[in-house]
């Protein structure tokens, strides 16, 4: 495979692909587009706007990818495998990686859901962040993002990679402190990595933070953790394979009908978090925040 930039100068154009990208094989309304694109009170050329944007598009993208811009009512298609897309990889990535940690394979596991996190670059849709779909797009992405980072952490716990993820749970925890998983990840890798007291001073803190900031007390998983932590359970150094279902990301069913207009969600931060009894094995935030280019990248065929 192969890649090949394509300058796309006009914030409108790039907004365009990336909702074609994102919802890649399924057909998106002209009236989502539009609104999308121009908001609420669109102009009265809007429609013929849009056709000169996607006729923009399908000329860029000549002579590799002719055709993948498909025009079908109510609207346009991209269509390309999965695999040409870095959303579309990565997603084929991530549930080959848990797919491989649900049979306790963490070596694989590991190996695939890295080479899923490799793909960010930085925020997702950053020089789009302003426009209302893409607001709903990037918590959705965030979202899978930190539950395959969770997933790569569960597979190199299993690995025995303890102390070595613990400066880069820390980190994460600092960034997410309400997120109970990466708490009891943290906890387990300071446990197994000797550190009993560390384990359990990150529990306390975990109690003062959602009590804090959330009026709660932690869930009844990671009082079990710390409880398991006081008595040196030796279950707690088992190899596990980690249950996969309730973590895999959200994508969409192709099968569906074509998009309209549909109501923005808000988007918050859940607190995702597996039972540690199944888990006794989301990519420090160090990557890279180079400034977005006005360019989208399209794999072709070589050879």
Do not use: C
């Amino acid at each position: 495979m192969s890649e090949r930039l394509l300058p796309l100068d006009r914030p409108q154009q790039r907004a365009l692909l990336a909702l074609l990208a994102l919802n890649a094989n399924r057909v998106v309304s002209t009236d989502l587009l539009i609104d999308a694109l121009w908001g609420e009170r669109p102009p009265p050329t809007a429609s013929v706007a849009l056709y000169g944007l996607v006729s923009g598009i399908r000329k860029l993208l000549e002579p590799d990818h002719a055709g993948v811009v498909v025009t079908k009512p109510p609207g346009y298609m991209l269509e390309l495998p999965a695999e040409q897309i870095d959303v579309g990889r990565f997603e084929l990535l991530a549930a080959e990686g848990r797919r491989a940690l649900g049979s306790n394979d963490a070596d694989t596991a590991s190996a695939r859901l890295a080479e899923a996190l490799a793909l960010w670059r930085g925020p997702a849709l950053q020089d789009l962040q302003f426009l209302p779909f893409a607001q709903k797009e990037v918590g959705r992405l965030e979202e899978s993002h930190l539950a395959v980072l969770e997933a790569r952490l569960e597979a190199d716990l299993a690995r025995g990679r303890n102390g070595d993820l613990v400066p880069e749970l820390e980190s994460l925890v600092a960034e997410h402190p309400l997120r109970e998983r990466l708490r009891a990840q943290l906890m387990l890798a300071l446990y197994r990595a000797g550190r009993q007291a560390d384990a359990l001073a990150a529990y306390r803190d975990a109690r003062t933070v959602l009590a804090d900031e959330l009026g709660l007390e932690p869930s009844g998983e990671l009082l079990a953790l710390e409880r398991a932590i006081l008595r040196h359970e030796p279950s707690l150094a088992a190899r596990i394979p980690v249950p996969t279902d309730a973590a895999a990301p959200k994508t969409r069913d192709e099968t569906a009908p074509p998009l309209g207009r549909a109501p923005r969600k808000r988007w918050i931060e859940s607190r995702q978090f597996r039972s540690w009894r199944s888990s006794l094995s989301p990519f420090s935030r160090s990557r890279s925040r180079a400034t977005t280019r006005p360019y989208a990248s399209l794999q072709t065929e070589s050879g």
